[in-house]
T-cell receptor, first 113, second 115 residues
Framework: ETGVTQSPTHLIKTRGQQVTLRCSSQ?????VSWYQQALGQGPQFIFQ???????GRGNFPPRFSGLQFPNYSSELNVNALELDDSALYLC????????????FGPGTRLLVL | AQSVTQPDIHITVSEGASLELRCNYS??????LFWYVQSPGQGLQLLLK??????LVQGIKGFEAEFKRSQSSFNLRKPSVHWSDAAEYFC?????????????FGTGTQLKVEL
């Protein structure tokens, strides 16, 4: 139990739609990162938010966007969904201080038809 | 660009046998190094991490890992595997800047334990 929760647990969308995934970080954690884990692959870093501002981005297009709120919650938004967006989306929260551990949520499994 | 290689996609061991999972990384400088475990339907749980100092790192659930700079490796070991260790294991690296929390993962090793 990491104290990081994600909703929904599962989601089915069709190509071209938009989706919002939510994450509630561990209390006091000022950094949240989002990862995409395709079937049979390791997680890939999408982006990180620190104090409500983007603080680094992986190799993902702009249709992947995020928000971080003062109450330790955050959102991942994906526009114009593509079939390849089907994956498990993980959020992880931490303190930005050096050598702090990231705590992962259980993920949201997104299926795009 | 940094990369992580886990050469073994699947490994099967008998309960009570020893285990070694391999991890090699490619990076400009020694990064932060991690091992995570993922059980079905679960998120990732940190087993252990290496930032600096002693190259043999102890983690949870009886796991340890050894950092070998000359080989760019960070192999995970356990002397006696339990059936509950069956899961997928991921090696990951993170740059020294940024607090060690922008992770690059390997593709994972699926561990099966035979009773």
């Amino acid at each position: 139990e990491t104290g990081v929760t994600q909703s929904p647990t599962h989601l089915i969308k069709t190509r071209g739609q938009q989706v919002t995934l939510r994450c509630s970080s561990q209390s006091g954690h000022n950094t949240v990162s989002w990862y995409q884990q395709a079937l049979g692959q390791g997680p890939q870093f999408i982006f990180q938010y620190y104090r409500e501002e983007e603080n680094g981005r992986g190799n993902f297009p702009p249709r992947f966007s995020g928000l971080q709120f003062p109450n330790y919650s955050s959102e991942l938004n994906v526009n114009a969904l593509e079939l390849d967006d089907s994956a498990l989306y993980l959020c992880a929260s931490s303190l930005v201080r050096q050598q702090e551990t990231q705590y992962f949520g259980p993920g949201t499994r997104l299926l795009v038809l | 660009a940094q990369s992580v290689t886990q050469p073994d996609i699947h490994i099967t061991v008998s309960e009570g046998a020893s285990l070694e999972l391999r991890c090699n990384y490619s990076y400009g400088a020694t990064p932060y190094l991690f091992w995570y475990v993922q059980s079905p339907g679960q998120g990732l749980q940190l087993l252990l991490k290496y930032f600096s100092g002693d190259t043999l790192v102890q983690g949870i659930k009886g796991f340890e890992a050894e950092f070998k700079r000359s080989q760019s490796s960070f192999n995970l070991r356990k002397p006696s595997v339990h059936w509950s260790d069956a899961a997928e294991y991921f090696c990951a690296v993170a740059p020294l800047t940024g607090g060690g929390n922008k992770l690059t993962f390997g593709t994972g090793t699926q561990l099966k334990v035979e009773l």
